[in-house]
């Protein structure tokens, strides 16, 4: 016999499935009317839940997804981690963090807290394999997603506008007098970094500036012995550099430095997003950057509308990022 599952509730209800994951929990976001059909449809068709878990308890319960390269990035997604645990806490709210691991990802397995335990809703950080979050998102639990999104995501996102803020970048590059300027990045590992390119692109042809191609490196992680090869292919080096993230324009500021280049004199720098990278470079390396801070208060409150409003039209929130002039331009 087939287990019932939330979506057959869902389905004989005509109602969402997050509605009927959020009036199993007796949670606010739908009316007691919904909550009294859910309950008795789920008897109907044999559907078994925890009827003792009830709102009395009003500390609320929240879940974290992350890559194990994600939550390795103290300098960037730490920030994001802490204020947004910080945050819930002085809320009287909890959250559970789990890594996900390359297994989990290739199995599709789902973390074992999400499981056994009762979560109001779930953040998920940056970047996994859209597979495995659809099958997050599919489990019924409210989601907000930080930093990461995809067409095919019925869930909240914050993201940092990255289009304009490429745009801005380059167009300040153009402006300074650049005749060229190249680009760095792995546009396959993330949405984006693939809208980065694109905000690159159009700063170039909207001041008709040509694009190289073999000044265009779009597909390298960041890896410092691949990228250096791959530096060392190009026949003639742009007046400027635009890389899609702190790390590898660290690692490009130190192939130009050490093959004589001088920074900016020679060629300038200029990268997205603000970690310690950009700080420890010689010379320090301006960006554009979001501010990760505020960041996390906007998946906080995404997801407060959401529970408010279970079946509301999701909401993509994109973060205008701001220009740091350092003396790398």
Request: proline content about 3%; some cysteine.
């Amino acid at each position: 016999m087939k287990n019932v599952t939330m979506q057959d509730i869902a389905d004989y209800l005509h109602i969402s499935k997050n509605s009927v994951s959020q009036a199993l929990r007796d949670k606010n976001g739908v009316s007691e009317e919904t909550k009294k059909k859910v309950a008795e449809a789920a008897d109907k068709l044999g559907y078994f839940y925890n009827k003792s878990f009830s709102s009395i308890n009003s500390q609320r319960h929240f879940l974290l997804i992350a890559t194990e390269f994600a939550l390795s990035q103290t300098s960037f997604f730490g920030k994001i981690l802490t204020g947004l645990k910080n945050g819930l806490e002085l809320n009287g709210d909890s959250l559970v963090i789990e890594t996900i691991h390359a297994e989990a990802i290739q199995n599709c397995e789902l973390p074992v807290s999400l499981l056994n335990e009762k979560f109001d809703g779930i953040f998920i950080l940056s970047h996994i394999e859209n597979t495995y979050i659809k099958k997050v998102i599919d489990y019924g639990i409210p989601c907000v997603l930080i930093d990461h999104h995809h067409p095919s995501f019925a869930a909240d996102a914050v993201l940092s506008q990255n289009i304009d803020g490429s745009f801005v970048a380059v167009e300040y590059l153009i402006k300074l007098g650049c005749k060229s300027v190249g680009f760095v990045g792995d546009i396959n590992f993330s949405p984006s970094y693939d809208e980065r390119l694109y905000g690159f692109k159009k700063a170039m042809n909207t001041y008709q500036i040509p694009i190289h191609e073999e000044q265009i490196i779009s597909n390298i992680k960041e890896d410092q012995t691949l990228l250096f090869d791959r530096l060392n292919q190009i026949s003639q080096m742009p007046d400027a550099w635009f890389c899609v993230n702190s790390g590898l324009a660290f690692i490009l500021n130190s192939f130009l430095r050490s093959n004589g280049f001088s920074i900016p004199q020679d060629i300038a720098l200029l990268c997205f997003d603000d970690t310690e990278f950009t700080r420890m470079a010689q010379p320090q390396i301006s960006c554009i950057a979001t501010d990760l801070e505020y960041m996390e208060v906007c998946a906080r409150n995404l997801m407060e509308q959401r529970l408010l409003a279970i079946d509301a039209p999701f909401v993509q929130m994109n973060i205008v990022p701001k220009l740091i002039l350092r003396a790398s331009t």
